[in-house]
């Protein structure tokens, strides 16, 4: 009796999405059935390093096991994978801080610097930068990243999420589809997300419940793109129409801190 109370007391104890695996290690069945290890926990292995890059980035740095995105970096910029990929299967532990903003972009099509860009509305900034690219690497300034996102915030304090509703919710497709509820564990926690791409088809999960079935080519994304764009503007161009099918994907730093670890793909093409 005695034994059997102790097994189940440890099984109790072992994390329910690592498979009886470590941080940031893959269990044998999952090496055998394709997943790749995307973070060691210790370097930036699999990603663009921004302290390599030239002048030297600040958005991200490896702590405690985790890639955390850096509040109030002077080069607000994604952290990018090395590989591209087409169609993927993809999970990841997350924290976000108090009222705290990030996200997961994927389908990448393009990414610009704003820097110079006269004041005036972010997404007509971003149009023009497209069709007059800035030279070089700023030393300060921010990038924005073309693709689509798998949002993460602070449901509750993060004010585009409390005014903008489900839209702009963890686990939308960001200004897209809402999820279809809010699974989010309190801030502070790690929560637990995966995220299905097959051809124009996308899943969205979160700690363990599917929360959005959509498509990329559904009628929603070229309405939602052409609101907050405008219709044949190059950004619509690139997400209503998806020149590059295969794409890296980026853990965004929105200027809020925020952690990932376990990241791991299984690539389905």
Not at 59 to 68: A, I, M, Q, T, Y
Not at 235 to 249: F, G, N, T, Y
């Amino acid at each position: 009796m005695l034994r059997s109370i102790c097994f189940a007391a440890l099984v109790a104890a072992l994390p329910l999405g690592g498979l009886w695996a470590a941080d940031n290690q893959l269990t044998p069945q999952e090496t055998g059935a394709g997943w790749v290890l995307l973070f060691n926990g210790h370097d930036f292995r699999h990603w663009e390093d921004p302290a390599r890059k030239s002048p030297a980035g600040d958005s991200f740095v490896v702590e405690d096991g985790c890639l955390k995105a850096v509040a109030h970096p002077r080069i607000e910029e994604d952290l990018f994978s090395e590989e591209a990929y087409g169609d993927f299967e993809l999970e990841w532990d997350w924290k976000i801080s108090p009222g705290g903003n990030s996200g997961l972009k994927y389908r990448i099509q393009d990414r610009v610097f704003l820097n110079g860009q006269p004041a005036g509305r972010f997404e007509d900034k971003v149009n023009r930068a497209l069709a007059d690219r800035p030279a070089g690497r700023p030393a300060r300034g921010q990038e924005y990243v073309v693709g689509f996102e798998y949002q993460i915030t602070d449901n509750g304090r993060n004010s585009d999420a409390v005014h903008a509703g489900p839209l702009h919710q963890t686990a939308a497709l960001y200004d897209i589809f809402p999820p279809r509820a809010d699974r989010t564990r309190p801030v502070g926690e790690f929560n637990h997300s995966r995220l299905v791409v097959r051809a124009q088809h996308i899943e969205h999960w979160l700690n363990g419940e599917k929360v959005l079935d959509a498509g990329l080519d559904a009628p929603e994304v070229v309405r939602g793109m052409a609101k907050r764009w405008g219709e044949g503007s190059r950004v619509w161009e690139l997400l209503v129409k998806q020149p590059r099918a295969r794409c890296p994907i980026s853990l965004q730093n929105h200027g809020d801190e925020a952690w990932f670890k376990n990241i791991k793909i299984r690539p389905l093409d």
